[in-house]
């Protein structure tokens, strides 16, 4: 369970990276049954970025991995390759997702949209660092 007080805690933290990065993000907390906890839409953050952010975040609650690592295994050949068919299409394998890790269990998972692939990633590990 993510409590929305803990939510707001990742979102502050991911947001002032975001900041400082000068690029404006979407942001999504879920928690581990993938029900969205919190979100926040920076000023001029892409509008179209807000659906990926929630689905970052529902991708890496479901599977308890990095959506990054879901992208690695979902190329041809690989074992979950087509997965991104699955779920309605809200499964999502480019970075930006990242699961809340407590005592060894999948508590929940925050996504993140709005930058490159890398900037989105390093904002979401801001919020990561602020749940441990």
């Known amino acids: 369970m993510i409590t929305l007080e803990e ?9 002032d990276k975001a900041r400082q990065m000068g690029q404006p993000m979407n942001i999504a ?3 581990a049954g993938r029900n969205l906890v919190a ?8 509008v179209a970025s807000t659906d990926i952010a929630i689905d970052k ?5 479901g599977r308890g991995l990095t959506t ?3 992208g690695e295994m979902a190329q041809p050949g690989q074992p979950l390759f087509g997965i ?3 779920n309605g299409g809200r499964i999502v394998i480019f970075a930006g997702g990242i699961p809340l890790m407590r005592d060894g269990e999948v508590a929940g ?3 993140v949209s709005g930058g490159t692939v890398d ?3 390093e904002v979401a590990e801001a919020g990561v660092a602020a749940f441990g």
């Open 39 to 46: 979100f926040h839409r920076m000023d001029g953050a892409w």
């Open 29 to 31: 907390v879920m928690d």
């Open 68 to 70: 990054r690592k879901i």
């Open 84 to 86: 991104n068919t699955t």
């Open 109 to 111: 998972a925050i996504g």
């Open 7 to 15: 939510a707001q805690r990742i979102l502050s933290a991911a947001e």
């Open 57 to 61: 975040a529902f991708t890496s609650a």
């Open 119 to 121: 900037e989105d990633h």
